[in-house]
């Protein structure tokens, strides 16, 4: 009998079990662990030795240095008291999902370097796709980050609208620009930046007091632009801003950007997937005139990091921006689609199994009941914040982001600044809980995002009054 991946069979057999029972026992006891990792910087890197074992070693010393040195570094994203950054989940179909393709160990660049991950990729993308309500010119393609599909979309519309740089670079264009607002991830600067647009390349339009796109300061800023030398690319619409979840109104954006024949990008990397609930559907009103959208399973989708999707409308610019076939990559097939062509990287993961487990697994259905559980829990967070008199809740709280602060009258600017970064870090220092903060015109504020498949009412309620009993803890 071969061995395994090099192991022998029974070896690998007995391993397997142990390691999958250690999974089952790690996220059935989750809730028994700090959330956020107890350790000092270096602590890990010190108890892990110079150099790699001269002679194998064997399972059982590995999971014990898992347990014993690297689990204790661990901050827990599977906590259902995770509510920093955005909540994810691991989920169990999605765990083993990633198990089949790390197993299968298949590199889709081409067609036939994989038929199946290329086809179940396609297949999967058109069903989250018809999940979200979007039309079906939308073609979808699995990237590690919505970092990475964003800079891909911006490629695209430089490709498309600044046809002048193809043969000698940017030296010879004239500049592009991209516009977005100050609510804008900072990969949408990343992008503009590593696409050597410089940072005069970027524009930060003006926002109304909800930090949405003003789409009227949007056409004279494109305008005017133009009118001086400028090639306007591309606009970058948010839907649900990652400090505050601000909505840009996209639809009021793509009149301006279809007027003007620019590329409309939404970044809907954590809110996307709320488009499947039928009363969210003013959030996302015109979206589905983008050019490019981007909306990451891995966020809230309980899907295993990574796992972001691009949508576009046009894959020919896409292929534009990216297709470029060495010899030994030519196939001969036709009519198929290579993943290699849509993106910087050549090699791609499986990444669609998982995604495809889960949607079967869960159902649109039950995907729909985990994500309308989570607003639910924050509409039921917001009101409890809005009945206490020295609390404060930003507004609006549209899908499952709650941003809040304490506002005592005798404390403002810096001191209630001070004293908010105090609470949370009295509540992220006990364990129980990790919450993170964000700054909103200079001044700071507690960010609770619900997102996690095992975060119940309980979770929330008691991380709540941990946040208000660390007042009085702070105080003394
Ligand atoms: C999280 C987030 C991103 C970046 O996601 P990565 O997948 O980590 O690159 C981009 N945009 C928004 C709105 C986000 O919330």
Known sequence: MPAPGGMPPGEFRESGHRFVDWVADYLSGIDEYPVLARVQPGEVRDALGDEAPQSGETMEALLRDFEGVVLPGVTHWNHPAFFAYFAISGSGPGILGELLAAALNVNAMVWKSSPAATELEEVTLDWLRGFLGLPPEFIGTINDTASTSTFSALAAAREKLLPEARERGLAGAPPGRVYTTAEAHSSVLKAVHALGLGREGARVVPTGPRRGMDPAALADAIDHDAASGYRPLAVVATIGSTSINAVDPVARIAEVTAERGIWLHVDAAYAGVAAALPNMASHFAGWERADSIVINPHKWLFTP??????????????????????????????????????????????????????????????????????????????????????????????????????????ADGERRDALNLALIDHVNR???????????????????????????????????????????????
């Open 305 to 410: 990091v990574d796992c972001s999707v691009l949508y576009v409308r046009d894959p020919a610019a896409l292929r534009a921006a990216f297709s470029l076939t060495p010899a030994y990559l030519e196939t001969a097939e036709q009519g198929v689609t290579h993943l290699m062509d849509h993106g910087l990287a050549l090699g791609r993961r499986f990444r669609a199994l998982k995604l495809w487990f889960v949607m079967r697994y869960f159902g649109q259905q039950g995907l729909r009941a985990h994500l309308a559980r989570h607003v639910a829990l924050a509409r039921r967070l917001a009101e409890k914040i809005d009945a206490e008199p020295e609390w404060e809740r930003w507004r609006p709280t549209p899908f499952s982001l709650v941003v809040m602060r304490h506002a005592p009258a005798d």
């Open 430 to 476: 006990s364990g129980a809980a990790f919450l993170a903060q964000t700054v909103i015109d200079g001044e700071t504020w507690v960010r609770f995002a619900i997102g996690n498949i095992h975060t119940r009412a309980e979770h929330v309620d008691t991380t709540w009054k941990a946040l208000r009993d660390a007042v009085g803890a702070v105080a003394d």
